[in-house]
């Protein structure tokens, strides 16, 4: 499970990537081996800090999981799980955790909780809560950032995208599944379909309030988006014009149902139904 290193050198990081996770893999050697004037004296003195306790508990077994690339000198498994939960697994025998909660579209609650072994003399106590309040003092630094990322976001002064390093993964990785998920709630939900089949079969599978909440949206924007898809040649609409212009499709679909027939289906219908529409011809 631990490599014990007798030397300082540099730390690498890698990144294996899993559906519901990505697993970052740092090496490099413990602190407690650097040189002595690389080390704070609290470090020295309470054979602890930062990355955890010195003298490292041994599990009786490697635990199965961690160090996926076999990484020489490895030091740590640092599991980004989404939607806000993160897991680092140290080789010195110790992990904690992180979790993200959303307070409001710019605040959130940042939770850390770390895990020992049960201390059992009063040198292994202290070497614990010098890890812990280290932790607190640096992620409270990391954190302050944070503060200077969402003025600059709500400054509206940078750019739509930006690029994302790897040590970015729990980013990267948080807006690709919401991408994922919105992605595949549209395919399901969606009202942007292409042909009138499709608009009539999902305006049936509809209950009125469905459609209603639609109509409701809808409506009072399709001169604004019309407008906006005007802007632009029919035959060769963006995507995004495309989906608008299919949504507003759907709006004309169900108006009848919402404003005249008050249900799905047309009143008086009996059992006629339609069983085919051909598309508009060019």
Same mark, same amino acid.
């Given at each position: 499970?631990?490599?014990?290193?007798?030397?300082?050198?540099?730390?690498?990081?890698?990144?294996?990537?899993?559906?519901?996770?990505?697993?970052?893999?740092?090496?490099?050697?413990?602190?407690?081996?650097?040189?002595?004037?690389?080390?704070?004296?609290?470090?020295?003195?309470?054979?602890?800090?930062?990355?955890?306790?010195?003298?490292?508990?041994?599990?009786?077994?490697?635990?199965?999981?961690?160090?996926?690339?076999?990484?020489?000198?490895?030091?740590?498994?640092?599991?980004?799980?989404?939607?806000?939960?993160?897991?680092?697994?140290?080789?010195?025998?110790?992990?904690?955790?992180?979790?993200?909660?959303?307070?409001?579209?710019?605040?959130?609650?940042?939770?850390?909780?770390?895990?020992?072994?049960?201390?059992?003399?009063?040198?292994?106590?202290?070497?614990?809560?010098?890890?812990?309040?280290?932790?607190?003092?640096?992620?409270?630094?990391? *954190?302050?950032?944070? +503060? %200077?990322?969402? =003025?600059?976001? /709500?400054?509206?002064?940078?750019? !739509?995208? &930006? #690029? @994302?390093?790897?040590?970015?993964?729990?980013?990267?990785?948080?807006?690709?599944?919401?991408?994922?998920?919105?992605?595949?709630?549209?395919?399901?939900?969606?009202?942007?379909?292409?042909?009138?089949?499709?608009?009539?079969?999902?305006?049936?599978?509809?209950?009125?309030?469905?459609?209603? *909440?639609?109509?409701? +949206? %809808?409506?009072? =924007?399709?001169? /604004?988006?019309?407008?906006?898809? !005007?802007? &632009? #040649? @029919?035959?060769?609409?963006?995507?995004?014009?495309?989906?608008?212009?299919?949504?507003?499709?759907?709006?004309?679909?169900?108006?009848?149902?919402?404003?005249?027939?008050?249900?799905?289906?047309?009143?008086?219908?009996?059992?006629?139904?339609?069983?085919?529409?051909?598309?508009?011809?060019?």
């Amino acid at each position: 499970m631990r490599s014990r290193p007798r030397a300082a050198g540099p730390s690498t990081t890698r990144t294996w990537e899993r559906e519901w996770c990505r697993t970052s893999t740092t090496s490099g050697a413990p602190r407690r081996l650097w040189p002595a004037d690389y080390q704070y004296p609290i470090e020295i003195a309470t054979r602890s800090g930062l990355f955890g306790p010195g003298d490292e508990p041994d599990p009786g077994t490697e635990l199965g999981g961690t160090n996926p690339g076999k990484v020489r000198k490895w030091a740590m498994d640092n599991f980004q799980i989404f939607p806000n939960m993160e897991i680092l697994i140290w080789a010195s025998g110790w992990y904690l955790a992180y979790r993200y909660w959303p307070t409001s579209y710019h605040t959130h609650r940042f939770e850390g909780t770390l895990f020992f072994p049960k201390a059992t003399t009063a040198s292994e106590r202290a070497a614990q809560e010098c890890a812990v309040v280290m932790f607190k003092e640096f992620a409270l630094q990391d *954190a302050g950032t944070l +503060v %200077g990322t969402q =003025r600059a976001l /709500e400054s509206r002064a940078a750019r !739509d995208d &930006f #690029p @994302l390093g790897d040590q970015e993964l729990l980013v990267r990785h948080f807006h690709r599944s919401i991408a994922d998920w919105v992605e595949e709630y549209e395919r399901k939900n969606t009202w942007s379909l292409a042909t009138e089949p499709e608009r009539y079969e999902r305006r049936r599978a509809s209950d009125m309030t469905e459609l209603q *909440a639609l109509y409701d +949206v %809808g409506f009072p =924007r399709i001169e /604004e988006a019309l407008g906006y898809c !005007d802007k &632009f #040649p @029919l035959d060769a609409l963006p995507d995004r014009a495309r989906r608008l212009l299919e949504l507003v499709h759907s709006i004309i679909m169900v108006w009848m149902c919402v404003e005249i027939w008050h249900q799905p289906r047309v009143v008086d219908g009996a059992d006629a139904e339609i069983h085919r529409v051909a598309e508009p011809l060019p």
